[in-house]
């Protein structure tokens, strides 16, 4: 089974800062893992994702991703926030194969709150 | 890209009454349908996983005989909250699979649902 932890609830930024939100994930078997967003009473967005190949993934909005395979850690940042990133942000894992049948596990979610 | 429509997105029902939720993918077939619910502030807790034309699978603590899903076709997957009490007030969101699309699925935009 797999496990994702990201370590910070809140995360207060002001805006045009850079920000990075954290995430560990804990799994016996290599893992895919995801970036998503959600706004306010709404789905979630998928802002990017890691398969394999480069450990730097871009996604979308400005974000980017490291998955950093001996500390587990899949870490999203962005340069430059703007008041329209305020959202909630969920890292996900999910183990590979089976395509489309298997579930993803998710984080507890951090809150960024960008204030001007 | 990908859609997931999914409604109502926000419901209001007497303690005792059903509620029946849609998602339909638009564009795509679903072959599998992940149902989530999501307590405020709070990650997303699987429910259950559906595949097309099967049984769903329920996770472990889920009253399947309180969660109906039914998955009759490619595009169509329903949870009815059966005899609802305010304890199954929460936000319910769906996602769909697919091979086409496998390592990143589509969400709903998630339904409200508020029993009185």
């Known amino acids: 089974a797999q496990s994702v932890t990201q370590l910070d609830s809140q995360v207060p930024v002001f805006e045009e800062a850079p920000v990075e939100l954290r995430c560990n994930y804990s799994s016996s078997v290599s893992v895919y893992l995801f970036w998503y967003v959600q706004y306010p009473n709404q789905g979630l967005q998928l802002l990017l994702k890691?398969?394999?190949?480069?450990?730097l993934v871009k996604g979308i909005n400005g974000f980017e991703a490291e998955f950093n395979k001996s500390q587990t850690s899949f870490h999203l940042r962005k340069p430059s926030v703007h008041i329209s990133d305020t959202a909630e942000y969920f890292c996900?894992?999910?183990?590979?194969?089976?395509?489309?049948?298997?579930?993803?596990?998710f984080g507890s979610g951090t809150r960024l709150q960008v204030q001007p | 890209g990908a859609v997931v429509s999914q409604h109502p997105s926000r419901v209001i029902c007497k303690s005792g009454t059903s509620v029946k939720i849609e998602c339909r993918s638009l564009?795509?077939?679903?072959?599998?349908m992940f149902w989530y619910r999501q307590f405020p502030k709070k990650s997303l807790m699987l429910m259950a996983t559906s595949n097309e034309g099967s049984k769903a699978t329920y996770e472990q603590g889920v009253e399947k005989d309180k969660f109906l899903i039914n998955h009759a076709s490619l595009t169509l997957s329903t949870l009815t909250v059966t005899s609802a009490h305010p304890e199954d007030s929460s936000f319910y969101i769906c996602?769909?699979?697919?091979?086409?699309?496998?390592?990143?699925?589509?969400f709903g935009s998630g339904t409200r649902l508020t029993v009185v």
């Open positions: 996900a894992v999910r183990t590979p194969g089976d395509m489309g049948r298997r579930a993803l596990t």
């Open positions: 564009d795509f077939q679903a072959t599998t």
């Open positions: 890691y398969l394999s190949g480069s450990t």
């Open positions: 996602s769909a699979g697919t091979r086409s699309q496998g390592y990143g699925y589509t």
